[in-house]
């Protein structure tokens, strides 16, 4: 792979860690933050000790100032994002690396989280979080019926400072409902709307969810849109109608702008695609 861009600028990257748990799987429902829905993460020490080595040499070679994580254990404490902090800094060096500390984030078994440098990014006041809590009309970011399952994972917002000059950014971390289960929120499966081929499995209840977070970035008190960045998964391509409703509510594609048409970052069961980012573009009064 290529080497990561030189230059003097923060690099941010945005890395899905496949569903990274130190409570291990042993078949019972004692994972999530009230300890009973069932684990998805390793099945024995060795395995977890073989996960936990690759990614922290995938997170090591990225080079990344900050990178925002998903699929972390939703634990009802920090353990499994000390852990992995643990493991980076035997390889880079006692305090190199860090970690929000948020707790739990919603209901779901997984949950968004973000690790940085601080001796390159500093994190500004307290963390933000999207959920059933959040809006004044929440009925949109859980479920089009507002059900309370949460289906789009809670997301996550943090202002740093960049550097020395005191520029900042708020990097924001969102997870919407995945393709691979159904959705139920109008009494019928939500996923195929006017039978069309291009939208995934669950495309009201993403599209939704992402109008729902275009809207919580809109008005939350601390969030100044042009200097914020959206990354994280929202389990769309970039013809899908969620990634399609934060264009329209003015989010640009950066992948689309600075990449082309034929950009990716990862592969699944054979098929190419992209993670986000999105930076809202600059508009006058």
Sequence with gaps: RPSPPAGNGPRIASLNLHNYFVTLDRGQPVCGPAADQLCRGANTALELERQRAKLVSTLLALDAHLVAVLELENHPGEAPVEDLVQ????????????????????IDVIRVGILFRPALVEPLGEPLVLDSLALTNPLGYLTPAGTPDELNRPALAQRFRLDGDGRTLTVVVAHLKSRGSACDPL???????????????CN?????????LAAWLAETEGIAPSETLL??????YAGEDPLLALQAEGWDNLISQHAGADAYSY???????????????????
Excluded: C, I, K
């Design 87 to 106: 493991a980076l800094n035997q390889r880079a060096g006692e305090g190199s690396w860090a970690a929000l500390a948020t707790g739990p984030l919603g």
């Design 187 to 201: 009494g019928g499966d939500d996923g195929l709307q006017d039978d069309d081929p291009l939208q995934g499995n």
């Design 204 to 212: 009201l209840t993403r599209t939704e969810g992402a109008r729902a």
């Design 231 to 236: 990354l994280g998964d929202l389990n769309a």
């Design 267 to 285: 592969l699944y069961d054979g098929v190419a695609g992209y993670f986000l980012p999105f930076s809202r573009r600059h508009t006058s009064s």
